[in-house]
């Protein structure tokens, strides 16, 4: 049985991790309700985006498709994975780390990760990395965005890769984060049953051939800032989770330290009493 001294530390310990798993979980709380209003605000934007993408697409009646839109043939991929800088949040690392092993075994894949805990899991794929983002701790501006769409454009446009997919961390409720992938390039438009589609008349000025490239960057663009959104959210709730449980698993340590802590000093106590009594009677 350990003594009461290497009790007493190994109480003051887990005060000391309670205390900032206490802290650190306060931290992910606060900064969890503006992460998803971030998260859930941006998804109407983005499927109006591709709505508009798509009408805009279909009044094209060039026959050449736009550079986003075609598709390439170097058999090679391209990933952006999006995950925290810092870890402390529960599996979430453990589950980018799964899916992006299970996409890309026995693929030739290139990297650009935005965070730094999944670059050592991208580097034992044997996947290499053309670009790394730092992702930050506060919601990432969207101006974030504009230096990992320059790489995109080098890659996709000069035919260096064929497909270019986002590995996020998907924000479903404060409870359930899921890894999920998206695909981003070349932009899919996605076509509805002609029985259930309405087509609206509409003018455009300029031209739709003119719109559509700037449509089509926008619409890039934001599908990157709506998944490192819903990875910001996704992380805020896997910590504040991840650290409500180390606090209290460190309170219940607390606890049955104290009480073994309490029997050996009562252990203690009794024994010198009988020690006590024992001399006393043998003096008598």
Known sequence: ???????????????NI????????????????KAQEAAISSRPYSQKLQEVTRTIAENVETGEKLSYLKENH???????VISPDKGLCGGMIANLARTFTRNTKDKDVLAITIGKKMEPYVLRAKKEIVASFPFGNTLPPYSAVLPITEVVDE???????????????????????????????PVKLETEPQEKKL?????????SEEILPGILRRYIEMTIYHAMTESYAAEQAARMTAMKNANDNANDIIEELKLVYNKTRQEKITAELLDISGSAFAAA
């Open 1 to 15: 049985m350990a003594s009461m001294i290497q009790l007493k530390r190994r109480i003051k310990t887990a005060q």
């Open 155 to 185: 890659y996709f446009l000069n035919e260096k890769v064929d497909n270019i997919y986002i590995l996020t961390t998907e924000f479903v409720n404060v409870f359930t984060q899921s890894a999920h992938i998206i695909s981003l390039l």
């Open 18 to 33: 309670s205390k900032t798993t206490r802290a650190m979980n306060m931290i992910a709380t606060s900064k969890l309700k």
């Open 199 to 207: 087509r609206a008349v509409g003018l455009f000025e300029p031209s």
């Open 74 to 80: 170097s058999k090679r991929d391209m990933f952006i």
